[in-house]
């Protein structure tokens, strides 16, 4: 079974459209993040929820807005797309944000916006 | 604040030993290690938590000395799967105790010959 799953693996869209991207865990994990992996690989958080409250709200852009409908759930809702949008996408999840822990990633969603 | 690995790339034959360190300008609370071959998400190595703290895993080891702000990571008799990226992620120490999620690196690309 699957840990961290996300939907789509890839997504090509045109600038100004509005797009998501959702992400399931089945690990029971308390705390979810998504990370965006630049072209240079370099791997950044956005935003994390504990219990479907936002602990963590990075400086990104208010265009990005994660939606948990429950605690296995964490999507990234993107209006506006712009190109500088495009990235690999990371959902992954741990088992609490009081104490570190270990973080499973998904599979990545690879964002293409032209 | 980014900690800061070194080096950036690193070429080994197999067989032989690697470093990677990551240091970082604020207290750190925690230090992670990650590994992401090419086209996969990160995948956990270890977590370290107290100061001079010293983890392995199989022949792959850490030490995070609290008071440098550092950690390192060491590669021993390095084999051909443990080419791919490696992150430091690390964790600051808020005010309030407790930890404020992950900052990574910007990544150590290990390359191994046969």
């Known amino acids: 079974d699957t840990a961290v799953s996300q939907t789509p693996k890839y997504l090509v869209t045109q600038m100004g459209n509005d797009k998501s991207i959702k992400c399931e865990q089945n690990l029971g994990h308390d705390t979810m993040y998504w990370y965006k992996q630049d072209s240079k690989k370099f791997l950044k958080i956005m935003f994390s929820y504990n219990n479907k409250e936002l602990i963590i709200n990075e400086t990104v852009p208010n265009r990005f807005s994660p939606k948990s409908p429950d605690k296995a759930h964490l999507n990234l809702h993107i209006n506006s797309l712009e190109l500088g949008d495009s990235a690999v996408y990371f959902c992954?999840?741990?088992?609490?944000?009081?104490?570190?822990?270990?973080?499973?990633f998904g599979p990545g969603t690879r964002l293409t916006v032209l | 604040q980014q900690p800061v690995q070194s080096p950036q790339a690193v070429i080994l034959r197999e067989g032989e030993d690697a470093v990677i360190n990551c240091s970082s300008s604020k207290a750190l609370y925690s230090v992670h290690w990650y590994r992401q071959k090419h086209g996969e998400a990160p995948v956990f190595l270890m977590i370290?938590?107290?100061?001079?703290e010293q983890k392995g895993h199989d022949k792959i080891s850490a030490s995070f000395n609290e008071k440098k702000q550092q950690s390192s990571l060491y590669l021993t008799a390095s084999q051909l799967s443990y080419s791919g990226t490696y992150f430091c992620g690390t964790e600051r120490v808020r005010a309030g105790g407790g930890a404020d999620g992950l900052t990574f690196g910007k990544g150590t690309h290990l390359i191994i010959q046969p």
């Open positions: 992954a999840s741990s088992q609490a944000a009081s104490f570190p822990n270990e973080q499973f």
């Open positions: 370290l938590l107290k100061g001079g």
